[in-house]
């Protein structure tokens, strides 16, 4: 059965930086692309970025710069290294198995919670 679990959301000032980790279980992460969307209160899930399994990445404008897409192949974990975080990026963040480009693939973890204090 196909499981991701995010971790890692919390609060923190401007500037500040946090990590974010996806757990995956029931396959091999490295054998599929991968992604992370972010959601804001009212509003669609939105692209952040991608790795796919070549390891090729791509960033939304946004965060380009700030944010690193990563994976663990021994710990079958992706993760999300966010810098110089600022309060537009407040949201709920989505782990997501068999992105296209920017459209998201039909396996989806329950999201992880990061706050950006101004």
């Known amino acids: 059965q196909v499981r991701l679990v995010e971790s890692g959301g919390g609060l923190v000032q401007s500037g500040g930086s946090l990590r974010l980790s996806c757990a995956a279980s029931?396959?091999?992460?490295?054998?599929?692309?991968m992604a992370w969307y972010r959601q804001f209160p009212g509003q669609e899930r939105e692209f952040v970025a991608s790795?796919?399994?070549?390891?090729?990445?791509f960033y939304a404008d946004a965060v380009k710069g700030r944010f690193t897409i990563s994976r663990d192949t021994d710990k079958n974990m992706l993760s999300l290294q966010m810098n110089n975080l600022k309060p537009e990026d407040t949201a709920e963040y989505y782990c997501n198995r068999g992105v296209v480009g920017t459209f998201p693939g039909n396996y989806w973890g329950r999201g992880t919670q990061v706050t950006v204090s101004s």
């Open positions: 790795l796919s399994k070549e390891r090729i990445t």
């Open positions: 029931g396959f091999t992460l490295a054998w599929y692309d």
